[in-house]
């Protein structure tokens, strides 16, 4: 699939990206970004956490 683009091309788009954007701004895009996956991990932590919860009380209250 990437094997039409060669390291030189890639190396010329992230050069292009950074000249639009700036350095502060991508850093901030990639801060964002980390902290979104860090918020959905801990959510979908919490939400297995609670399921686990709430299926070993139905199963306590079924005895």
């Known amino acids: 699939m990437l094997s039409g683009i060669s390291p030189w091309s890639i190396l010329l788009i992230l ?3 950074v000249l639009l954007f700036g350095t502060k701004k991508l850093r901030n895009v990639g801060s964002d970004l ?3 996956i860090k918020s959905f991990k801990k959510s979908s932590r919490e939400e297995t956490t609670d399921d686990k919860v709430v299926s070993n009380k139905s199963s306590k209250e079924d005895k």
């Open 34 to 36: 980390g902290s979104a």
């Open 15 to 17: 050069i292009i990206v």
